[in-house]
Protein backbone atom coordinates (compact mmCIF):
# COMPACT_ATOMS: atom_id res chain seq x y z
CA UNK A 1 0.00 0.00 0.00
CA UNK A 2 1.05 3.29 -0.54
CA UNK A 3 2.65 5.69 2.84
CA UNK A 4 0.40 7.89 3.74
CA UNK A 5 3.71 9.81 4.88
CA UNK A 6 4.89 10.59 0.98
CA UNK A 7 5.51 14.46 0.54
CA UNK A 8 3.50 16.25 -2.40
CA UNK A 9 4.87 19.04 -3.82
CA UNK A 10 3.87 21.99 -6.01
CA UNK A 11 5.53 23.95 -7.94
CA UNK A 12 4.25 26.58 -10.17
CA UNK A 13 6.25 28.34 -12.65
CA UNK A 14 4.59 32.18 -14.23
CA UNK A 15 4.90 31.92 -17.74
CA UNK A 16 3.85 35.15 -19.83
CA UNK A 17 0.15 35.47 -21.16
CA UNK A 18 -1.40 35.15 -24.62
CA UNK A 19 -4.63 36.09 -25.18
CA UNK A 20 -6.59 34.65 -28.88
CA UNK A 21 -8.44 37.18 -30.43
CA UNK A 22 -9.37 34.72 -32.99
CA UNK A 23 -11.76 31.49 -32.64
CA UNK A 24 -8.54 29.08 -32.91
CA UNK A 25 -7.32 26.49 -30.87
CA UNK A 26 -5.37 25.79 -27.60
CA UNK A 27 -5.17 22.88 -25.00
CA UNK A 28 -4.83 22.30 -20.99
CA UNK A 29 -2.18 19.68 -20.74
CA UNK A 30 -0.94 17.50 -18.06
CA UNK A 31 0.63 13.98 -16.93
CA UNK A 32 0.34 11.87 -13.81
CA UNK A 33 2.62 9.28 -12.88
CA UNK A 34 1.99 6.99 -9.76
CA UNK A 35 4.95 4.79 -8.17
CA UNK A 36 5.75 3.27 -5.01
CA UNK A 37 6.78 6.06 -2.92
CA UNK A 38 10.55 5.05 -2.53
CA UNK A 39 10.28 6.37 -6.27
CA UNK A 40 9.62 9.69 -7.73
CA UNK A 41 6.11 10.51 -9.39
CA UNK A 42 4.94 12.86 -11.30
CA UNK A 43 1.76 14.72 -11.57
CA UNK A 44 2.14 17.74 -14.17
CA UNK A 45 -0.90 20.01 -15.02
CA UNK A 46 -0.25 22.81 -17.84
CA UNK A 47 -2.44 25.59 -19.04
CA UNK A 48 -2.62 27.44 -22.27
CA UNK A 49 -4.44 29.46 -24.13
CA UNK A 50 -7.51 28.12 -26.07
CA UNK A 51 -10.46 29.40 -28.26
CA UNK A 52 -11.84 32.52 -28.22
CA UNK A 53 -10.42 34.27 -25.78
CA UNK A 54 -8.92 31.67 -22.52
CA UNK A 55 -6.66 32.76 -19.81
CA UNK A 56 -4.78 31.78 -16.33
CA UNK A 57 -1.52 32.60 -15.13
CA UNK A 58 -0.45 29.73 -17.44
CA UNK A 59 0.77 28.40 -14.34
CA UNK A 60 2.78 24.59 -14.59
CA UNK A 61 1.77 22.24 -11.48
CA UNK A 62 4.13 19.48 -10.48
CA UNK A 63 2.96 16.90 -7.43
CA UNK A 64 5.64 14.21 -6.58
CA UNK A 65 4.86 11.09 -4.55
CA UNK A 66 1.59 10.39 -5.02
CA UNK A 67 -0.62 8.94 -2.82
CA UNK A 68 -4.23 7.33 -3.00
CA UNK A 69 -6.56 10.70 -1.86
CA UNK A 70 -4.17 13.08 -3.95
CA UNK A 71 -6.08 15.84 -5.54
CA UNK A 72 -5.12 18.48 -7.47
CA UNK A 73 -7.02 21.83 -8.89
CA UNK A 74 -6.87 24.31 -11.89
CA UNK A 75 -9.00 26.92 -12.55
CA UNK A 76 -9.04 28.64 -16.38
CA UNK A 77 -11.77 30.84 -18.38
CA UNK A 78 -12.73 31.32 -21.63
CA UNK A 79 -14.11 34.88 -22.83
CA UNK A 80 -16.29 35.40 -25.51
CA UNK A 81 -14.90 39.08 -26.97
CA UNK A 82 -17.41 38.81 -29.83
CA UNK A 83 -21.16 40.35 -30.28
CA UNK A 84 -22.67 37.34 -30.98
CA UNK A 85 -23.27 33.88 -29.12
CA UNK A 86 -20.72 31.12 -29.52
CA UNK A 87 -21.36 27.43 -29.15
CA UNK A 88 -18.30 25.08 -28.34
CA UNK A 89 -17.13 21.85 -26.60
CA UNK A 90 -14.85 20.77 -24.06
CA UNK A 91 -12.59 17.91 -24.68
CA UNK A 92 -10.10 15.55 -24.11
CA UNK A 93 -7.49 16.29 -27.64
CA UNK A 94 -5.68 13.10 -26.52
CA UNK A 95 -5.56 10.62 -23.91
CA UNK A 96 -3.63 8.24 -22.85
CA UNK A 97 -4.59 6.91 -19.55
CA UNK A 98 -2.96 3.82 -18.14
CA UNK A 99 -4.49 3.78 -14.33
CA UNK A 100 -6.88 0.51 -13.84
CA UNK A 101 -9.85 0.14 -11.98
CA UNK A 102 -11.28 3.58 -12.43
CA UNK A 103 -8.98 5.09 -9.98
CA UNK A 104 -8.06 8.47 -11.45
CA UNK A 105 -11.36 10.80 -11.47
CA UNK A 106 -11.75 14.20 -12.50
CA UNK A 107 -14.33 16.98 -12.39
CA UNK A 108 -15.07 19.83 -13.28
CA UNK A 109 -17.21 23.04 -12.13
CA UNK A 110 -18.27 26.09 -13.31
CA UNK A 111 -18.25 29.59 -10.86
CA UNK A 112 -20.66 31.38 -13.30
CA UNK A 113 -23.46 30.38 -15.43
CA UNK A 114 -22.00 27.87 -16.90
CA UNK A 115 -22.36 23.89 -16.36
CA UNK A 116 -20.10 21.61 -15.13
CA UNK A 117 -19.11 17.99 -14.88
CA UNK A 118 -19.48 15.32 -12.00
CA UNK A 119 -16.93 13.16 -10.94
CA UNK A 120 -16.50 10.86 -13.10
CA UNK A 121 -13.40 7.85 -14.03
CA UNK A 122 -10.71 9.41 -16.64
CA UNK A 123 -11.45 7.82 -20.44
CA UNK A 124 -8.88 5.30 -21.13
CA UNK A 125 -7.67 6.58 -24.40
CA UNK A 126 -8.65 8.23 -27.36
CA UNK A 127 -8.76 11.60 -29.14
CA UNK A 128 -11.52 14.29 -29.32
CA UNK A 129 -13.20 12.59 -26.45
CA UNK A 130 -16.44 14.70 -25.81
CA UNK A 131 -16.24 16.16 -21.48
CA UNK A 132 -18.91 18.85 -21.39
CA UNK A 133 -20.78 19.30 -24.86
CA UNK A 134 -23.28 21.92 -26.08
CA UNK A 135 -21.66 25.18 -24.22
CA UNK A 136 -23.27 28.35 -25.48
CA UNK A 137 -21.37 31.56 -24.08
CA UNK A 138 -22.94 34.61 -24.88
CA UNK A 139 -20.91 38.12 -26.00
CA UNK A 140 -18.70 39.65 -23.73
CA UNK A 141 -19.89 36.77 -21.04
CA UNK A 142 -16.33 34.93 -19.49
CA UNK A 143 -17.06 31.29 -17.98
CA UNK A 144 -15.22 30.63 -15.03
CA UNK A 145 -14.17 26.54 -15.07
CA UNK A 146 -12.29 24.73 -12.76
CA UNK A 147 -10.84 20.96 -13.19
CA UNK A 148 -10.01 19.18 -9.63
CA UNK A 149 -8.39 15.33 -11.10
CA UNK A 150 -7.91 13.14 -8.32
CA UNK A 151 -6.03 9.33 -7.15
CA UNK A 152 -9.04 7.83 -5.28
CA UNK A 153 -8.77 5.99 -2.66
CA UNK A 154 -10.02 2.59 -2.32
CA UNK A 155 -10.34 -0.16 0.99
CA UNK A 156 -7.84 -2.06 -0.89
CA UNK A 157 -3.95 -1.99 -1.93
CA UNK A 158 -3.51 0.12 -5.22
CA UNK A 159 -0.30 -1.07 -5.95
CA UNK A 160 -1.86 -2.63 -8.97
CA UNK A 161 -1.45 1.38 -10.00
CA UNK A 162 2.38 1.47 -8.93
CA UNK A 163 4.32 2.85 -12.31
CA UNK A 164 0.80 4.08 -14.06
CA UNK A 165 1.12 6.66 -16.30
CA UNK A 166 -1.83 9.39 -17.22
CA UNK A 167 -1.30 11.94 -20.43
CA UNK A 168 -3.67 14.52 -21.59
CA UNK A 169 -4.63 17.45 -23.28
CA UNK A 170 -7.98 18.96 -22.49
CA UNK A 171 -9.01 21.83 -24.99
CA UNK A 172 -12.09 23.40 -26.83
CA UNK A 173 -13.01 22.34 -30.28
CA UNK A 174 -16.40 23.81 -32.48
CA UNK A 175 -19.47 21.52 -31.79
CA UNK A 176 -20.10 18.55 -33.79
CA UNK A 177 -17.31 20.06 -36.11
CA UNK A 178 -14.54 16.79 -35.07
CA UNK A 179 -14.45 13.05 -34.68
CA UNK A 180 -13.87 11.09 -31.49
CA UNK A 181 -11.52 7.76 -31.79
CA UNK A 182 -11.47 5.19 -28.98
CA UNK A 183 -8.39 4.07 -28.73
CA UNK A 184 -9.06 1.99 -25.57
CA UNK A 185 -7.61 -1.73 -25.80
CA UNK A 186 -9.53 -4.94 -24.98
CA UNK A 187 -8.53 -5.71 -21.13
CA UNK A 188 -10.22 -9.07 -20.73
CA UNK A 189 -7.40 -11.60 -19.97
CA UNK A 190 -4.50 -8.86 -20.45
CA UNK A 191 -1.51 -10.66 -18.61
CA UNK A 192 1.19 -8.37 -20.05
CA UNK A 193 1.63 -4.48 -21.25
CA UNK A 194 4.61 -2.56 -22.30
CA UNK A 195 3.98 0.27 -24.25
CA UNK A 196 6.18 2.80 -25.86
CA UNK A 197 6.63 4.43 -22.07
CA UNK A 198 7.56 1.65 -20.77
CA UNK A 199 11.31 1.39 -20.86
CA UNK A 200 12.94 2.63 -17.78
CA UNK A 201 16.35 3.67 -18.87
CA UNK A 202 17.22 4.91 -15.03
CA UNK A 203 16.56 1.22 -13.34
CA UNK A 204 17.26 -0.70 -17.46
CA UNK A 205 13.59 -2.19 -16.43
CA UNK A 206 10.87 -2.86 -19.19
CA UNK A 207 7.51 -1.77 -17.12
CA UNK A 208 4.31 -3.92 -17.22
CA UNK A 209 1.47 -1.65 -17.93
CA UNK A 210 -1.07 -3.79 -17.17
CA UNK A 211 -1.56 -4.12 -13.61
CA UNK A 212 0.23 -7.29 -12.71
CA UNK A 213 3.56 -5.49 -12.59
CA UNK A 214 5.45 -8.70 -14.71
CA UNK A 215 8.55 -6.20 -15.50
CA UNK A 216 11.24 -7.08 -17.82
CA UNK A 217 14.99 -6.92 -17.48
CA UNK A 218 16.20 -4.89 -20.34
CA UNK A 219 19.95 -6.20 -21.78
CA UNK A 220 22.36 -4.95 -23.77
CA UNK A 221 22.25 -0.83 -24.86
CA UNK A 222 18.86 -0.60 -26.27
CA UNK A 223 17.88 2.70 -27.02
CA UNK A 224 14.52 5.14 -25.96
CA UNK A 225 12.91 6.89 -28.34
CA UNK A 226 9.70 8.22 -29.27
CA UNK A 227 8.55 4.80 -31.19
CA UNK A 228 9.63 2.44 -28.37
CA UNK A 229 12.45 0.75 -27.74
CA UNK A 230 15.39 -0.27 -30.53
CA UNK A 231 17.47 -3.03 -30.40
CA UNK A 232 20.31 -2.80 -32.91
CA UNK A 233 22.93 -4.93 -31.31
CA UNK A 234 22.76 -9.10 -30.72
CA UNK A 235 22.72 -8.44 -27.43
CA UNK A 236 19.84 -6.21 -26.81
CA UNK A 237 16.93 -8.36 -25.72
CA UNK A 238 14.65 -8.26 -22.57
CA UNK A 239 14.38 -11.13 -20.02
CA UNK A 240 10.78 -11.53 -18.18
CA UNK A 241 9.94 -14.62 -16.63
CA UNK A 242 7.52 -18.05 -16.87
CA UNK A 243 4.15 -17.14 -19.06
CA UNK A 244 2.82 -19.85 -20.08
CA UNK A 245 -0.90 -19.89 -21.11
CA UNK A 246 -2.95 -22.07 -23.12
CA UNK A 247 -5.40 -20.61 -25.24
CA UNK A 248 -2.84 -17.57 -25.66
CA UNK A 249 -2.77 -14.91 -27.83
CA UNK A 250 0.66 -12.48 -28.47
CA UNK A 251 0.78 -9.53 -29.63
CA UNK A 252 3.07 -7.06 -31.06
CA UNK A 253 3.53 -3.63 -32.94
CA UNK A 254 6.80 -3.70 -34.49
CA UNK A 255 9.40 -1.90 -36.45
CA UNK A 256 11.78 -3.93 -38.85
CA UNK A 257 15.15 -2.39 -39.90
CA UNK A 258 16.71 -5.76 -41.15
CA UNK A 259 15.28 -8.86 -42.41
CA UNK A 260 16.98 -11.75 -40.97
CA UNK A 261 15.68 -15.01 -39.15
CA UNK A 262 14.59 -13.08 -35.91
CA UNK A 263 12.41 -13.82 -32.65
CA UNK A 264 10.16 -11.02 -31.62
CA UNK A 265 8.05 -12.22 -28.74
CA UNK A 266 9.57 -15.89 -27.82
CA UNK A 267 8.49 -17.96 -24.82
CA UNK A 268 10.15 -20.97 -26.85
CA UNK A 269 12.22 -24.11 -24.94
CA UNK A 270 10.86 -27.33 -26.57
CA UNK A 271 7.37 -26.35 -26.12
CA UNK A 272 5.83 -22.34 -25.78
CA UNK A 273 4.39 -19.65 -28.53
CA UNK A 274 6.42 -16.52 -30.66
CA UNK A 275 6.15 -14.22 -32.92
CA UNK A 276 8.99 -14.02 -35.31
CA UNK A 277 10.53 -13.27 -38.77
CA UNK A 278 12.34 -14.82 -41.59
CA UNK A 279 15.28 -14.44 -43.83
CA UNK A 280 12.76 -14.17 -46.56
CA UNK A 281 10.70 -11.12 -44.95
CA UNK A 282 7.35 -13.67 -43.68
CA UNK A 283 5.88 -13.30 -40.17
CA UNK A 284 5.35 -16.35 -37.92
CA UNK A 285 3.60 -17.40 -35.19
CA UNK A 286 4.47 -20.48 -33.56
CA UNK A 287 3.01 -22.69 -30.98
CA UNK A 288 5.11 -25.79 -29.65
CA UNK A 289 3.24 -29.20 -28.34
CA UNK A 290 4.28 -32.64 -26.86
CA UNK A 291 4.26 -34.57 -30.20
CA UNK A 292 5.32 -31.70 -32.56
CA UNK A 293 5.46 -27.46 -33.17
CA UNK A 294 3.17 -26.23 -35.41
CA UNK A 295 3.56 -22.49 -37.46
CA UNK A 296 1.87 -20.09 -39.63
CA UNK A 297 3.73 -17.66 -41.98
CA UNK A 298 2.15 -14.66 -43.71
CA UNK A 299 2.56 -15.93 -46.88
CA UNK A 300 3.62 -12.44 -48.38
CA UNK A 301 7.02 -11.37 -48.05
CA UNK A 302 7.20 -8.15 -46.11
CA UNK A 303 9.93 -5.55 -46.14
CA UNK A 304 11.41 -2.68 -43.67
CA UNK A 305 8.81 -0.90 -41.67
CA UNK A 306 5.83 -0.98 -39.34
CA UNK A 307 3.62 -3.99 -38.57
CA UNK A 308 1.21 -5.14 -36.29
CA UNK A 309 1.01 -8.91 -35.62
CA UNK A 310 -1.32 -11.31 -33.10
CA UNK A 311 -0.72 -14.90 -32.87
CA UNK A 312 -3.96 -16.86 -31.66
CA UNK A 313 -4.26 -20.04 -30.25
CA UNK A 314 -7.89 -21.14 -29.10
CA UNK A 315 -7.08 -24.63 -27.82
CA UNK A 316 -7.88 -26.04 -31.38
CA UNK A 317 -6.79 -23.64 -34.00
CA UNK A 318 -3.74 -21.19 -35.07
CA UNK A 319 -4.11 -18.31 -36.56
CA UNK A 320 -2.08 -15.06 -37.52
CA UNK A 321 -3.69 -11.65 -37.70
CA UNK A 322 -1.47 -9.01 -39.60
CA UNK A 323 -2.23 -5.13 -39.34
CA UNK A 324 -5.91 -6.42 -37.98
CA UNK A 325 -6.20 -8.82 -40.91
CA UNK A 326 -6.68 -12.62 -40.73
CA UNK A 327 -3.87 -14.17 -42.94
CA UNK A 328 -3.78 -17.43 -41.98
CA UNK A 329 -5.17 -20.22 -39.86
CA UNK A 330 -4.41 -24.20 -39.32
CA UNK A 331 -5.90 -26.99 -36.62
CA UNK A 332 -3.39 -27.62 -34.13
CA UNK A 333 -4.22 -31.60 -32.51
CA UNK A 334 -2.32 -30.74 -28.98
CA UNK A 335 -1.78 -28.40 -26.42
CA UNK A 336 0.63 -25.89 -26.07
CA UNK A 337 3.17 -27.51 -24.05
CA UNK A 338 5.18 -26.06 -20.93
CA UNK A 339 8.58 -24.85 -22.27
CA UNK A 340 11.43 -27.17 -20.46
CA UNK A 341 13.45 -25.55 -18.06
CA UNK A 342 10.85 -23.40 -16.92
CA UNK A 343 11.62 -21.47 -19.53
CA UNK A 344 11.39 -17.39 -19.57
CA UNK A 345 9.34 -15.33 -22.02
CA UNK A 346 12.02 -12.66 -23.92
CA UNK A 347 11.60 -10.31 -26.53
CA UNK A 348 14.16 -9.47 -29.31
CA UNK A 349 15.96 -13.01 -29.09
CA UNK A 350 14.75 -16.20 -28.88
CA UNK A 351 14.85 -17.70 -25.45
CA UNK A 352 17.21 -20.54 -24.02
CA UNK A 353 15.74 -21.85 -20.93
CA UNK A 354 16.07 -18.15 -18.85
CA UNK A 355 18.57 -16.94 -21.43
CA UNK A 356 18.50 -15.92 -24.99
CA UNK A 357 19.80 -16.94 -28.28
CA UNK A 358 21.53 -14.28 -29.52
CA UNK A 359 22.02 -15.75 -32.93
CA UNK A 360 18.39 -14.98 -33.39
CA UNK A 361 18.34 -11.29 -32.19
CA UNK A 362 15.65 -8.87 -33.76
CA UNK A 363 16.86 -5.73 -35.32
CA UNK A 364 14.22 -2.73 -34.65
CA UNK A 365 12.18 -1.29 -32.69
CA UNK A 366 9.25 -2.51 -30.10
CA UNK A 367 6.25 -0.10 -29.61
CA UNK A 368 3.36 -2.13 -28.21
CA UNK A 369 3.72 -6.16 -26.99
CA UNK A 370 0.59 -7.60 -25.40
CA UNK A 371 -0.22 -11.21 -24.04
CA UNK A 372 -3.53 -12.55 -23.19
CA UNK A 373 -4.55 -15.79 -21.25
CA UNK A 374 -7.56 -16.66 -23.67
CA UNK A 375 -7.75 -16.55 -27.39
CA UNK A 376 -8.84 -12.90 -28.96
CA UNK A 377 -11.56 -12.94 -31.54
CA UNK A 378 -11.37 -11.23 -34.79
CA UNK A 379 -13.05 -8.12 -33.67
CA UNK A 380 -10.91 -7.52 -30.38
CA UNK A 381 -7.66 -8.12 -32.60
CA UNK A 382 -9.24 -5.08 -34.71
CA UNK A 383 -10.32 -3.17 -31.50
CA UNK A 384 -6.19 -3.27 -30.49
CA UNK A 385 -4.57 -2.72 -33.87
CA UNK A 386 -7.33 0.53 -34.72
CA UNK A 387 -6.14 1.65 -30.99
CA UNK A 388 -2.68 1.98 -31.92
CA UNK A 389 -2.84 3.21 -35.97
Known sequence: MFSKKSKIIIVTIILAMLILTVFGFTYAYFVVRAKKTNTT????????????????????????????????????????????????????????????????????????????????????????????????????????????????????????????????????????????????????????????????????????????????????????????????????????????????????????????????VSNLNHGGYSLSINGAGRIYTEVVGVSDKYYQPYASNIGAGKYHAVGVFNGTDLKLYVNGELKTSMNVPENIKNPQSNGYLALGCKTFGKSCDTALHFVGTLSNIKVYSRALSAEEVKKNYNALN
Open 41 to 264: TNVNLKFSDLKIEFSDNNSYIKAQDIVPSWSATKTFKVTNTGDADVMYDIVWLSLDNEFINDDMVYSISCATDCSGLNEKAVEEAGDNIPILTNIVIPATKTYTYTLKLTYKEKPVDQNYNNKMTLEGNIGILNTKDYVTKDRSIVRNGLELLYNKRSFSTATNTLLDKSGKHIDGTVFGNPTKNEEGMTFLNNGDNVIIGELNYNPVSVEAEFKINNIHNAYI
